[in-house]
Nanobody, 117 residues
Framework: QVQLVESGGGLVQPGGSLRLSCTAS????????MGWYRQAPGKQRELVAS???????NYAGSVKDRFTISTDDAKNTVLLQMNRLKPEDTAVYYC???????????WGQGTQVTVSS
């Protein structure tokens, strides 16, 4: 069982930045695709960004060039650097780990990001 704990959410003004962290328990990132998803009120959960074991990244079109996903293998942490935030980025952000062979999925509890003036 993989446990994921997110942190770093909060309230920020439009144009500001936040960095989300996801710490994973006992995990080898080479065996998982790590992702950040978000869910806004009344909307479906959507993929924001993902990173595979070899460092290949994928971004939703709405966040490309503003968000950056990365891993710190020594700390078992996945980071999401969010710049030039917009009100439409407001959502609960979830960390996800998907095993590349078994497709087993694990989720964190979510962290709220609110972009508002």
């Amino acid at each position: 069982q993989v446990q994921l704990v997110e942190s770093g959410g909060g309230l920020v003004q439009p144009g500001g930045s936040l960095r989300l962290s996801c710490t994973a328990s006992v995990i080898s990132f080479s065996l998982y695709t790590m992702g950040w998803y978000r869910q806004a009120p009344g909307k479906q959960r959507e993929l924001v960004a993902s990173i595979a074991g070899r460092g290949n990244t994928n971004y939703a079109g709405s966040v490309k060039d503003r968000f950056t996903i990365s891993t710190d293998d020594a700390k078992n942490t996945v980071l999401l650097q969010m710049n030039r935030l917009k009100p439409e980025d407001t959502a609960v952000y979830y960390c996800n780990a998907a095993h590349v062979f078994t497709n087993a999925n694990f989720w964190g509890q979510g962290t709220q990001v609110t972009v508002s003036s």
